[in-house]
């Protein structure tokens, strides 16, 4: 074997060692930014819905309390007829 394959050889079982040695870690990483993501998102999104439920009920109940407010009963109002003047 020449010294070109040996060092060749040499350095493939270095880059298999370090994968089977690293891959642990590396993949407990990107799981970790995983969990993180999902778990910004849920907050995210929950945090909007708690947001968008607030908001109708608030424009519900003004716009219930507004109605019973104004609404006493039917009434009569008289109402009279426009006058024109002529020239």
Do not use: Q, W
């Not at 969990?35 to 910004?40: M, Q, Y």
């Not at 909007?48 to 009434?75: D, H, K, Q």
């Amino acid at each position: 074997m020449s010294t070109k394959k040996e060092g060749a050889a040499i350095v493939g079982v270095g880059a298999a060692a370090c994968a089977a040695c690293c891959v642990g870690p590396i993949l407990g990483f990107l799981g970790a930014i995983g969990l993180g993501t999902i778990t910004g998102v849920l907050l995210f999104g929950i945090a909007g819905l708690l947001i968008a439920v607030i908001g109708i009920a608030v424009f519900t109940l003004r716009r219930r309390r507004r109605s019973t407010v104004c609404a006493t009963g039917p009434e009569m109002v008289a109402v009279e007829m426009p006058t024109m003047k002529s020239r």
